[in-house]
Each structure stands twice: as C-alpha cells, then as structure tokens.
C-alpha cells in the first residue's frame, strides 16, 4: 500500500459547484496532516493544515479521520480561481519534520 | 521578506558535467529540504537538513550531494549530470511540519 494515496482525477467541475477530494495514508501514527495546492508550472502552496476537529477556511474545509486513517477536502461554491493540482500531506512519524506527499488531485473549474 | 528563493530557475547541462542548485530562506527556519518533482511521480525527497552544519538522506539521494553552511542557505550539487536527472527541482523549509517552497529549478541534462 503506498503511504499516501489520492484520486488523480482530474475532477472537472462547474463553477459553483461542491467538490470532494478524498486521501488514505498507510501509517497509523502520523500525526499531523496538510493540504497543499499546486498551479501548473508553480510551486506547492500550504492550503490548510488538517485538526482532528475538522476545520474550515472560507469555502474549504478538512476533515480527518484517524480511525480509517482517510483525510478529506471539501471546497464549496468553486471558482475558475480554483483550478489546480490539490496535494495531500502526512508527515513521517518521527521523521523530524519530514512529510509524504500525494501524487495529487487535478481540479480543473469551468466556466 | 523574501520567503524562499532558488537560484538558477532554468538551467541546461550535457551529461556528466556539474552544477550547484542554491536555496536561501530568510524565515529563520531550522529544517530545509529538497525535492525532485517528476510528471507521474510526485514529489520526492533528496535530502534534508535539521540544522546549520548537518544534512541527511532522503528517499532517492543518489547522484546528489548537500551542504548547509549556512542556516539561511541550503545547496543541492549535481557531481556529474545524468539524463535521469532531468526535473523541477524544489527546496522549502519550515519551523516544524509546515514546509514553504521556493518557485523551483527546471533542470534539463542532455
């Protein structure tokens, strides 16, 4: 099993419309979890760290379950702003800052 | 306040020559990283560094050799270019867990 994996896509959406993005991760005692965004060509940007608790910014929200071991990202009324490569991150328990990143998540929003 | 910067952004080399790719950070972080960054592949870790005057290895550090003299400046050496060596390459830094990148080096070895 591949210690992160995520849906490649790409996901092709309307604007305005509700999008999910799904992630599983391998190792049991990761403890902490990120969404990264990537434009084409660009650098990966933090999005929003993961809290236990779930938590929202805006339109985007995360949820984690330690349980299944499965993260998730939901963005809400998509723009065409929104268009981009969505990574998921766990870090390497005790790997001393060290995280795994996913392959990715292609959104692309249309008009 | 910069954040991350990479320098050279773009560069060509014939196979078995060398380079040196430099990464500066002015956040004061203690962690810096590299990362190759392949179509299919993802990101990948070179090699890493916790600390001025120390590095360690990564997932795929073969061929590649660091230095960090510097807590600001972490430096990624190419000793003799091979075509598989071709990639974007990315350094970040971070505090702890959340790690910043620099815009990235299209490296093309020929």
């Known amino acids: 099993r591949k210690e992160v994996e995520q849906d490649p896509g790409p996901f092709n959406v309307p604007e305005g419309a509700t999008v999910a993005f799904n992630c599983t991760y391998s190792?049991?005692?990761?403890?902490?979890f990120f969404w990264y965004r990537q434009d084409c060509r660009k650098e990966p940007k933090l999005l929003m760290s993961v809290y236990s608790s779930g938590n929202e910014d805006g339109r985007f929200t995360a949820q984690l379950n330690r349980a299944s071991q499965y993260i998730s990202l939901l963005i809400r009324d998509s723009k065409l702003s929104d268009s981009a490569t969505y990574l998921c991150v766990v870090n390497t328990a005790g790997s001393q800052g060290n995280l795994i990143f996913g392959k990715g998540t292609k959104l692309s929003v249309k008009p | 306040n910069a954040g991350v910067t990479q320098t050279p952004k773009f560069r060509v080399l014939k196979t078995g020559q060398s380079m040196t790719l430099l990464c500066a950070q002015d956040m004061n972080h203690e962690y810096m990283y590299w990362y190759r960054q392949d179509p299919g592949m993802g990101l990948r870790l070179i090699h890493y560094?916790?600390?001025?005057?120390?590095?360690a290895k990564g997932e795929v550090p073969d061929g590649y050799n660091v230095s960090r003299l510097k807590k600001q400046n972490f430096l990624l050496g190419l000793e003799s270019a091979a075509p598989s060596q071709t990639s974007v390459y990315f350094c970040a830094s971070s505090a702890l867990y959340e790690q910043y990148f620099g815009p990235g080096t299209r490296l093309t070895v020929t």
């Open positions: 560094s916790v600390g001025e005057g120390t590095t």
């Open positions: 190792n049991s005692a990761s403890q902490s």
